[in-house]
Nanobody
Framework: VQLQASGGGLVKTGGSLRLSCAAS????????MAWFRHAPGNKYEFVAS????????DYADSVKGRFTISRDNAKNMVYLQMNSLKPDDTAAYYC????????????????????WGQGTQVTVSS
């Protein structure tokens, strides 16, 4: 499975961005799709996850109510709609996928990830 993330950029505080991740290869095996982020000096943060059919989503407390994850299996895409952005959201964002059981952000671990996309930078100016 290959993942290609896009959609990052520079936005002002309070603004919005939508990240996209295109999956290719053996995508039928993917159960969990997720977004992580990494800011310099910080640990990787498990931001959001979505189940194989899109009916179950989970969010880190830091983004709950502001970010929305969704997936379109017909297009092999996963999205992260980010609203009310804050400077603390500045980070490289990575899409991730795995064929194992659905993963929730409370785990705050990336050990389960089988497939990673490249990062897309999000910068929120104050």
């Amino acid at each position: 499975v290959q993942l290609q993330a896009s959609g990052g950029g520079l936005v002002k505080t309070g603004g919005s961005l939508r990240l996209s991740c295109a999956a290719s290869g053996r995508t039928f095996s993917i159960i969990t799709m997720a977004w992580f982020r990494h800011a310099p000096g910080n640990k990787y943060e498990f931001v959001a996850s979505v189940s194989w059919n899109g009916t179950i989503t989970d969010y880190a407390d830091s983004v709950k109510g502001r970010f929305t994850i969704s997936r379109d299996n017909a297009k092999n895409m996963v999205y992260l709609q980010m609203n009310s952005l804050k400077p603390d959201d500045t980070a490289a964002y990575y899409c991730a996928a795995d064929s194992g059981p659905f993963r929730r952000t409370s785990e705050q671990s990336s050990d389960w990830v089988a497939y990673w996309g490249q990062g897309t930078q999000v910068t929120v100016s104050s």
